[in-house]
Structures are given as C-alpha cells and as structure tokens.
C-alpha cells in the first residue's frame, strides 16, 4: 500500500475545492470496498479526503411522495427505514441480500453505486495479470483464465468483469436518479444513464466528471413499485455476492401485466435493465409459460466463456421465479 495523504471535508464545494488542489484524490465515505482496494494495491490515490462529515446522511421525502436518499446514508439505515420497506421493498431486500451486518453498518449509498468488480484479475495485489480496467490496452486475462463469476451480458473482447452490487440492482429497478455536486453545478444522473458499457475503455465505469461529488439519490413516488422483490443465487447462504440476482417490480391489473421494471445482477458488467423481458411483459396475462419466454429473451444475448455458462440457465430460472413471486403478491 503506497503512502498518502488526508483531509477532510464539511461540505461539498470543500470537498471539490480539496479535489482540485490534490487531482490524484479519491473520497472517503465507509470505505469498505475502497479500503481494500488500497490494501492491494488496485488503486494508488496521493490523497483520500473524507466526507462522511458532510451533511448527507439523511432519508428525506419528496414534494411529489418519492423519497431523496443521502449519499452517506448506511446500508443499514436505508435497509430498515420504513419508507423503504413500504414503498421499495426491492431495494431494502437486495440491501440485506449483500455483506454483512457490520459491513452495512459502515457502508453507504455512493459508496455502493461506486463499487468495483470482484474479478480476481482485476484485483490480484501483485498486478501481475492482465487487465484492461486496472492496466489499459494490456488485455483481458479473464477472458482465457478461470471465469467462473464474470459477465454473461455486457462483455466485449475487452473485459468480461462482473458488477458486484445488490443495491444497484435494485436502484435500477426502481428509476433511481443519481444526484452529484461538481465544477459544473448540480447534475441529476438517471441510474440507467450513469454506468458505461465496458467497450473500448474499461477502466471508464461512469459518467462523473473528475472531482465531481455523489451527493444523494432520488426515488420516484411511483405506487405499483411496492409490489416487488430481490431473489438471489450464490455460492453459500450469507456474506457472498450473486451469481445471478433479478430486482423485479409489476404492476399487475386483473391478472394483466401493466407495467414493469426488471434488473439483473451477477451476471452483467453494469447493474442490467432487463428490456427485453419487460416489452415480453407488457400488455400480457401473467403466467409461467410467459415469465420462461420474458427470461429466454432477456438472456438470448448472452455470451458464455469456458466456466461460467452455467449461469445463463441459472439467471432464467431465477427471473422466472422472481416473476412468479411478484406476480402471486396481494
């Protein structure tokens, strides 16, 4: 772990002004992925200025019913707060689906949204592997290594890394708006526009500008988003990340499915809006055989490398069985 310096900021121009002077910088919220990824070396910032002190911790109701989550809000706050259970039972269902109590506790929203893959390459302490994200233009070890946890949609010759949040996923079902703070003014991100497609630059995750601050999240009042649920599969019970995971949200009227909004996890470079099984959706009668088309069309894309096809199966078994439940709730 390479040496650095420390500050902290009480608000955010503090923080940008702090940025500015110090380029090589990188906030510090919880820390609990950014912590360990100076640990291995994965990243080597020359100075980490702390936000936490920064009023951003609250869960605060819309004009409109929607509710604005602060970015330095814990994983456990946003988990348990009744609102959240109510209104977006999804995301409080992911929230608990991911870490552990003691890594919730210290974890908060702009930290998940800002969460780095897992791949082992990407992450090897030593940088002794190939990989496009940490090294650019050095290649994908991955791709020809064992890749038994990466990326069946999303992939391109560049990178096959896996996105490891729950809580993306379900702020993806859910429209979230990502709220920043930056040289520019404010800026109000919707979550499907925040995250980039691997491409030709995977090193390149996200839209924000260099210094710019995630200051909160919104969540439109949206009454159906009620009727929702996070299913999950991976390795062992608890403190694992997904090998699949489905955030799914109907609005069902007589039996008709109005609307939804679908994610994906575990299985795809970003948190993955799941189009094509919502327009399979749309308009029709929920049922088995119509949840298994919605799955089969939403992962006829998908590529497999030499360990992980077993996931495009298990991905839609467990969007089926999402549908299903979701579609069976009161």
Known sequence: MNAFTYSSASNPDQA???????????????????????????????RLIAVRKIVLNQI????DGGLRIGAAVTNTDLAYDDRVRKSYPVLS???LAGASPQLRNSATTAGNILQQTRCYYFRDSEGAFRCNKRNPGSGCAAIDGYNRIHA???TSAKCIATHPSD???ALMALDAVILTHGTAGDRSIPIDDFYIAYGEDPAREN???PGELITGVLLPATKWFARSNYMKARDRASYEFALASAAVVLEIDGGTIRDCRIALGGIATKPWRALAAERKLKGQKATDDLFKSAADAELQTAVAQKYNGFKIEMAKRLLAATLKKVAAMA
């Open 16 to 46: 940008i002004a702090e940025f500015a002077a110090h380029p090589n910088s990188i906030y510090l919220g919880g820390g609990t992925n950014l912590i360990d990824n100076i640990k291995l070396n994965v990243i080597q910032p020359a």
């Open 152 to 154: 069946v949609l999303g």
């Open 167 to 169: 809580m993306d996923v």
């Open 93 to 95: 269902e992911a929230i």
């Open 207 to 209: 839209v924000l500008h």
């Open 60 to 63: 605060t109701p819309t004009p």
